[in-house]
C-alpha cells in the first residue's frame, strides 16, 4: 500500500505515548535510545524494544530509495497497467476468485467491498502473496526513515505502530520484514494502518497479514469500508468509491488500475 511519497500515512497514536517526539539527525544510537523510550512509555515492553533495536543500523539503501520513490507513478494509465494486468494475471485471479469464494462471501458481507476489488489489490501488490512483500527488516526501515529528518514524524509514529505489532503479538520480529517504506504483508500495510485497520479473521487471535489469507483480504476491506466504499456502487473514475481507494493509494494511476484489474476479473 505505497502512496507517493506516503503523504496520507496515518499517524498512530498509542495510549500513554510520548508527546515529544525523538529529535532527528545526530547519533543514532542516540536516536534509537529516545525511540525506545517513547515506545516503552506507549506501553511496548523493555523486552520488545531490547530485542528489535539490538544491534541496529541505519540502512543507506532505504534512505537512497526513499529519495527516488517518488517517481513512481510517472507512466501514463495505459503504460502502467501493460505492466501489470496481464492474462496470466487475470486467470490467476479467477481461479483465486474460486477457490476463496465462500470466505470472499462473508467478507462481502461483514465488510461491504466486493471481492474483485479484493483480489485486484491483493495480485497488483504482491502476486496474490506468491510474489515481493519486501525482503527487509522493519524495525531497521522505519528507525532509518524515522531518524532522517526528511519526514521524521511520520515515520516515528510508523516505527511506534511496528513495535505495538511485535508487542500485541501479531507477527514475530523475525517475521516483521517488509518493503522499503516498512511496508508489511500480501498487501502491503502500513504499520500504523496494520494497527488501525487490521482484522484477525482466521479467528486464530492474531492478526497475520504475512501468511493467513483470511487476514489480509478481511483487513484489506476493512480498510476500504472504514473509508467509505459502498457495495453496488461504482468505483471508476469519478465516484465516491474510487475516492473512498484513496486511503489504500492517492495515485489515480494505480486507483485506475485497481478498477480495471477488477473488471478483468469478472468478466467485464
Known amino acids: 500500500m505505497l502512496r507517493p511519497l506516503l503523504a496520507a500515512a496515518v499517524m498512530v497514536c498509542l495510549a500513554g505515548g510520548s508527546a515529544q517526539a525523538a529529535r532527528c539527525g545526530g547519533d543514532f544510537n542516540s536516536f534509537i535510545a529516545s525511540m525506545s523510550a517513547e515506545a516503552q512509555a506507549a506501553g511496548v515492553s523493555a523486552a520488545v524494544t531490547s530485542a528489535a533495536f539490538s544491534g541496529i543500523t541505519p540502512d543507506a539503501a532505504v534512505l537512497a530509495f526513499d529519495r527516488r520513490q517518488r517517481y513512481t507513478f510517472n507512466k501514463s494509465f495505459e503504460q502502467y497497467v501493460s505492466t501489470r494486468v496481464g492474462p496470466g494475471r487475470i486467470n490467476g485471479g479467477r481461479a483465486l476468485l474460486q477457490r476463496h469464494a465462500a470466505l470472499l462471501s462473508r467478507i462481502e458481507q461483514q465488510f461491504g467491498v466486493p471481492r474483485q476489488i479484493l483480489v485486484a489489490i491483493w495480485g497488483l501488490e504482491s502476486d496474490f502473496g506468491k510474489g515481493d512483500m519486501g525482503r527487509l527488516p522493519v524495525i531497521r526501515t522505519l528507525a532509518t526513515l524515522a531518524h532522517d529528518c526528511r519526514r ?78 459502498k457495495m453496488g456502487q461504482p468505483y471508476g473514475e469519478g465516484s465516491a468509491n474510487f475516492e473512498a481507494m484513496r486511503e489504500w493509494n492517492r495515485a489515480v494511476v494505480y486507483r485506475k488500475t485497481i478498477g480495471y484489474f477488477a473488471d478483468r476479473l469478472v468478466g467485464q
Do not use: C, M
Open 152 to 229: 521524521t514524524e511520520l515515520f516515528q509514529g510508523e516505527l511506534l505502530a511496528a513495535l505495538k505489532i511485535v508487542q500485541r503479538g501479531d507477527l514475530p520480529l523475525r517475521d516483521l520484514i517488509g518493503a522499503y517504506a516498512g511496508e508489511i504483508g500480501q498487501t502491503q500495510f502500513l504499520p500504523s494502518s496494520y494497527i488501525k485497520y487490521g482484522v484477525d479473521f482466521d479467528g486464530d487471535g492474531h492478526v497475520d497479514l504475512r501468511h493467513s489469507v483470511a487476514d489480509v483480504l478481511a483487513s484489506t476491506a476493512n480498510l476500504l469500508h472504514s473509508n467509505g466504499f
